[in-house]
């Protein structure tokens, strides 16, 4: 377990928290780390990035970390360079007070540069202990973390980040294609939009096949019709699939991604092969019509903390 000074206060984080619900689905996510929305302290951009699975490398106890990470360093000078120090906090209901962790190892404070540009406390708590209702720590299954940066200017700010399971009655979207011969075999084909989880979601095609599939495959993707803003990132876990002409079960492959204004859609290259496609006997085709459908089962959502 890492080695941190631990105190108990009331006053919440001086800069940012997060919260996180429902906190079993972030806890059982495919993810490795979720990253909150950028703030601002002390004239630099930040991060307090959620670690789900920081387990112990002997005992394979589960435990959480939390990491603090400098962002948008784009926009510093070349040889930058930023020396803090920060407390962690976890919020407890029943006492109503803050369980606060100081990085033993780190006393003096951290440097941030380019080649080091997050702070992690790895196993900061047993998974055990978080979801412990009668420890306090997990409410009605969300849980409250902060972050408090010892610089003079405090800007105060909070978002309360969710993961949402089938995110509305109509959490998938269809595509029914009257003939995939019409369609442009050289180029990526798009359906028409709609919206899930307040979001504009399209399907897409290459009837022969991305540069990845070579002709071999049809490419299957599902993405965002308008971009995401500079500072945001969204976890989606999906299927995608084609029914079946013949009643037999659908083909799909599920996936997991973070989405991004660089990052737009999310699927497969090489989704199913053309030969299995065009055999009559498999009953994919139908006069050359083809349904296609994407669901998105868990998304990642954001808004003010409150």
Known sequence: MGKF???????????YSLKLKPLSLFLSSKTDKFDSGVFEAAGYKWRLNF?????????????IG????????????AGWQVVINCKMFVYNKVTREYLVFEDVNDADGRRFHAMSDEWVFEQLMLVDT???DSIGHNDDDSCVFGVEIRLPKYDIGGETLSLTMNPSDENSIQWKIPSLAALDANVQNFSDV????GRDWKLSIYPRGDERAKKQCLSLFLGLATSLPDDRRVYVEYKLRIRNRHGFEAHEKEGHEWLSKKITKMGFSEFIQ?????????GWLYNNS????????????????R
């Open 5 to 15: 000074n631990e105190s108990i206060r009331k006053d919440p984080p001086g800069q």
């Open 51 to 63: 670690y789900p699975n920081s387990h112990a490398r002997n005992s394979g106890a589960k435990y």
């Open 290 to 305: 083809l349904d296609v459908e994407g669901e998105i089962m868990i998304i990642s959502g954001s808004s003010n903390l």
């Open 130 to 132: 978080l979801t412990s």
């Open 274 to 282: 053309l030969g299995d496609l065009y055999d009559d006997s498999k």
């Open 194 to 197: 709609k919206k899930i989880a």
């Open 66 to 77: 939390l990491g603090l990470e400098i962002a948008e360093t784009e926009s510093l000078p």
